[in-house]
């Protein structure tokens, strides 16, 4: 007996064993990756041992040398500068003495000053280096983005960056590509538009398309209704054509509604960007000296330096000179009806469905006034016109897009627009049988039921032809459940569809707590009742006499 106990014990100590050898190996792993961590993180502690160290044999070198100035040097009346190497590397160390002491102020006035003279950080890449570390880690990635200065030291460190390309170009490229998202979250959380339209144009400085492009469609999409109400006509205009660089221009003003005033401005800035959309929906060019005159006045803008101002202006000259008519233009029509006002993806669906034909008119602009009357201005827009109706009966189709923006830079003149509305139409089918027209419409109400004769109470077998059809309440949307009695009323006939619904409705509120155990397909069903009746008996039949 003691023996086989003490096989079981012996068997069952070889089973744990063999258990633990996946987690001994998984330790023994775990504890070479610390070992290496530690090796790292005692070689970064090193490397800004010897920085700070480095930084402070500098400091008291320039001091000293202050000290040891010759008497007939201090006897001088004209004052002794510093130089400038010695002014960096002394400005450098009581930066980082303020990072250390989280003495913002300070940090502060020591970017402006480097602001304003870049050229004390020229030759200083060592130093340069731990500034910009400094300014990241403990600035931006500790988050002490709630002291008052925080964000005009963000706001300088960007410009700094800018100032800074000429001579660390390689390094802050490196810097921005690491650190770009980081950067990005802390311009969005300030939510300054100054900070941010200084990061987006260091963006663009560095050559960062693809991160720029990025950043504005968050903006616009995310944050734009925080900044709308804030920004300045300046700070729209930037917005406005850099979005427009990144084809982004028809979102942005999509979602503005304050900032949409400054269109209207008497102001190349503006004026160019509206001039270049009334030529885009002319599809002509409209006047080449206004043209000319609008980009020379853009050229003069102080928002834009010279390289963005020439690439705005080269994508403007891509869209419209494709547009620049050498033969003489025909004379425009003009259209005097009200316009039939669509949405862009219905208004697609129906130059396809109707065959529309595109035409390029004249529209009168009137005022908008208790008695609308004609101001003498036009409109030139794009229309598509059913040419198959009678000429009484043709309609002239517009986007509700269009007519919003041409409303909104006329203001307060508007062209002539109604909403289009589409008429269902009955199939042919439905109408074989002149006898189903003057059916009464059945009634879903139980002090009714008495009423109908036998003969209108649908059979089982006529649900079961309605139920073939697909019509069903469960695990059906009303979309779906109308397109499928959009077949059965031809296939069926309108009474049998409708006498079955009612039927059901009915049956229904006829059991015990009816109305509250079957609410809901009781609600569906007279949802569909109605709308059968609407489209087909009230509009398309003949009411009965009685």
Request: with cysteine.
């Amino acid at each position: 007996m003691m023996s086989s106990i003490g096989h079981i014990i012996s068997y069952l100590e070889n089973e744990l064993q063999q258990l633990l050898v996946p987690y001994k190996e998984q330790i023994e792993k775990l504890e070479i990756e610390n070992q290496k961590l530690i090796s790292e993180i005692k070689l970064l502690n090193e490397e800004k041992g010897v920085l700070f160290e480095e930084l402070n044999v500098l400091r008291k070198k320039d001091l000293e040398a202050s000290a040891s100035l010759k008497p007939a040097e201090q006897k001088d009346d004209s004052h002794t500068e510093i130089p400038e190497e010695d002014q960096s590397l002394l400005l450098l160390s009581q930066f980082n003495d303020s990072i250390e002491e989280n003495d913002m102020e300070k940090v502060y006035h020591i970017l402006e000053l480097f602001c304003q003279k870049p050229n004390l950080l020229n030759e200083a890449n060592l130093g340069i280096k731990g500034l910009i570390y400094n300014i990241l880690h403990y600035v931006i990635m500790a988050d002490n983005t709630e002291n008052e200065f925080s964000d005009k030291i963000v706001a300088n460190f960007f410009r700094l960056l800018s100032l800074l390309r000429k001579h660390h170009t390689a390094y802050i490229t490196l810097f921005l590509k690491e650190n770009y998202p980081d950067l990005l979250d802390c311009a969005l959380y300030i939510n300054e538009p100054k900070t941010i339209i200084r990061f987006l144009k260091l963006l663009h400085e560095y050559q960062f398309e693809s991160e720029l492009s990025e950043a504005l469609a968050h903006i616009i999409k995310v944050e734009w209704g925080f900044l709308d109400s804030n920004v300045s006509k300046a700070e729209f205009c930037f917005f406005l054509w850099y979005s427009f660089l990144f084809d982004l221009d028809q979102d942005l003003l999509d979602r503005t509604e304050e900032s949409r005033k400054w269109l209207g401005e008497k102001n190349s800035v503006f004026q160019l960007y509206t001039f270049m959309y009334d030529c885009l929906n002319a599809n002509k060019v409209v006047n080449k000296q206004k043209q000319h005159d609008l980009i020379l006045g853009f050229n003069q803008n102080k928002i834009f330096d010279s390289k963005e101002t020439q690439q705005i202006l080269d994508k403007v000259h891509e869209k419209l000179d494709i547009l620049i008519v050498t033969t003489p233009a025909a004379v425009i029509p003009t259209y005097t009806k009200a316009l039939q006002m669509v949405d862009s993806m219905k208004l697609n669906q129906l130059i396809k469905e109707l065959k529309l034909q595109k035409k390029n008119v004249l529209v009168p602009l009137y005022s908008n006034g208790p008695v609308s009357l004609p101001s003498g201005g036009y409109a030139s827009v794009t229309i598509y016109e059913d040419k198959k109706k009678k000429k009484k009966k043709k309609k002239a189709f517009i986007a509700k897009e269009i007519v919003d923006e041409i409303n909104q830079r006329n203001s307060p003149e508007r062209i002539k627009t109604e909403k289009y509305v589409e008429h269902v139409q009955p199939s042919p089918s439905i109408l074989k049988n002149q006898k189903e027209i003057t059916f009464q419409w059945p009634s879903t109400e139980l002090k009714e039921n008495t009423e109908t004769s036998s003969q209108d109470k649908p059979a089982l077998n006529e649900y079961s032809e309605l139920k073939k059809q697909g019509y069903q309440i469960t695990g059906l949307t009303r979309a779906k459940r109308w397109a499928i009695l959009q077949k059965a009323v031809p296939a069926l006939g309108l009474k049998k569809v409708a006498y079955t619904i009612a039927y059901n409705v009915r049956l229904r509120k006829g059991h015990k707590n009816g109305l509250t155990k079957f609410s809901y397909s009781i609600g569906e069903w007279e949802h569909d009742l109605e709308r059968l009746k609407n489209t087909y008996y009230k509009k398309d039949f003949t009411w009965p006499s009685f």
